[in-house]
């Protein structure tokens, strides 16, 4: 993304000139608003916008939807205790108490794969902060894995019309600690509190999330009464000039035409089986429980968190300025210590308490970078100049969480059984193809660009 042409007056959201329509974003910065020379004074300004803001805002509103994503099935075994019963309905399918948990986590991630698919276009019609809005304020915990599925492409599709490429990174890595951070703060209260305790939480959390974005959307509003102007109003293909009955159509053909691209294929299929990979640790306490000579209150999810932050903070900070050669290998060497970590679970003499711990550090550490760095920086660079990031990032999604869907119905089906090894050697196997996807569609951009 390049930034426009820059005004004598700096600006708290600085748009490109009127006479270079191929890039039209606007910016957050420290600074004060202006608006343009046409419609507002030249003495007009806004009060100074914190520098931290937009980072914040983004933080808050992804910790508290990870943070409820995660209370219902960790408030699930404290209000109802095992074995659970097999609903009518569900007897009558032939679905016995066994088969709830895989049973659950396919709907489950089914309303995911749905969501993905029918939100994209409206996220870009609405834009981020509208999009985030109205998703965030529906009730949470009934209505979650749709709002889950909503909320990072409405992010993501905020930070493509507000941030110069230089500062994504940084804010794809709020976005991926506030997340983990809620999680942690989710399996810490799994362990110390009980079933409703869990529920209330998720339900602040809930209104957390909408009451920061609204902040945001309500500062932003505000600016513009003082002179300043909306992000989205601005953006390439929202003007008044656009509203024409064919609007959509050109749009759609730029999404076919990406998709049947080579890099989005590659692209597609790391974030699939990374996010099957990362998704394990939901099932590593019960892949734990089969060995006896550890402690039932192991807290492996929170160091996976933990890890997940440590390595989004390290790679994002330098990620804009690497090169493209340093990119690769720093995303395929992640996806061969991914294959490392995995392989190490199969190694039974080596599975004690700080050992299991210190493995899923390097796995949240090393999963974090390839899936989420590259994938969203590349639809964040395409999906801008069409108009279609939530679109892209969408449909990057539907097909990782329809491979998941299948992945928990098959995987929950171990536990209490066995079969652990070759559920461990599958992981193992696609952190390696990952590795190898990932590599090469970051090279092709390199190769094609230069």
């Known amino acids: 993304m390049r930034g426009g ?58 910790m508290c939807t990870m943070g409820s994503k995660c209370a219902l099935p960790l408030a699930i075994p404290h209000r109802y205790p095992p074995p659970l019963p097999s609903p009518v309905f569900l007897s009558n399918l032939g679905i016995g108490p066994d088969n709830i948990l895989s049973v659950t986590l396919l709907c489950s991630t089914l309303a995911v794969s749905v969501t ?15 999009s985030t809005s109205v998703y965030a304020s529906a009730p949470f915990l009934i209505l979650i894995d749709i709002i889950f599925a909503v909320i990072w492409p409405s992010l993501i599709s905020m930070i493509s019309r507000s941030r110069p490429s230089k500062k994504q990174a940084k804010d794809i890595s709020s976005l991926v600690v506030g997340g983990r951070a809620g999680m942690t703060i989710m399996f810490g209260l799994g362990g110390v509190t009980t079933g409703s305790s869990i529920f209330k939480f998720a339900g602040v959390a809930g209104g957390l999330a909408a009451a920061s974005v609204g902040a945001g959307r309500f500062r932003r509003i505000k600016l513009v009464k003082k002179g300043g102007a909306l992000p989205e109003k601005i953006m390439k293909n929202e003007g008044k000039e656009n509203k024409s009955k064919f609007e959509v159509s050109p749009k759609l053909k730029n999404v076919i035409k990406t998709a049947g691209t080579l890099n989005f294929f590659l692209f597609t299929i790391t974030r699939a089986l990374l996010l099957i990979f990362g998704n394990f640790v939901l099932f590593v306490p019960s892949y734990l429980a089969s060995f006896e000579h550890l402690p039932k209150s192991l807290p492996a999810g929170s160091f996976y968190s933990l890890g997940c932050i440590a390595g989004i903070m390290a790679s994002s900070r330098k990620w804009s300025r ?33 050992s299991v711990l210190l493995i899923m550090f390097l796995w949240g550490s090393s999963f974090v970078t390839p899936f989420y760095l590259p994938p969203t920086i590349y639809v964040l660079k395409v999906g801008k100049k069409q108009g279609t990031v939530g679109t892209l990032d969408n449909l990057f999604d539907l097909w990782s969480f329809l491979a998941l869907a299948v992945f928990n119905s098959k995987v929950a089906k171990c536990v209490g059984t066995g079969g652990w090894d070759k559920v461990i050697m599958g992981l193992a196997g696609s952190a390696l193809v990952s590795g190898l996807c990932v590599f090469t569609a970051i090279h092709r951009e390199d190769r094609d660009e230069e």
């Open 322 to 354: 690497w090169s493209r050669k340093k990119r690769k290998f720093v995303a395929g060497g992640s996806c061969i210590l991914s294959f490392l970590s995995a392989i190490s679970l199969l190694y039974p003499p080596f599975i004690k308490s700080w």
């Open 116 to 130: 993905k698919a029918m939100s994209g276009s409206v996220i870009d019609k609405l834009g981020g902060v509208s």
């Open 5 to 62: 042409s820059q005004s004598n007056v700096k600006t708290g959201l600085q748009a490109t000139s009127p006479s270079d329509p191929k890039e039209q974003y606007t910016e957050f910065n420290e600074s004060t608003a202006a608006g343009p020379p046409s419609t507002a004074p030249a003495a007009t300004t806004a009060a100074p916008l914190p520098a931290y803001l937009p980072s914040l805002t983004l933080f808050l509103t992804y």
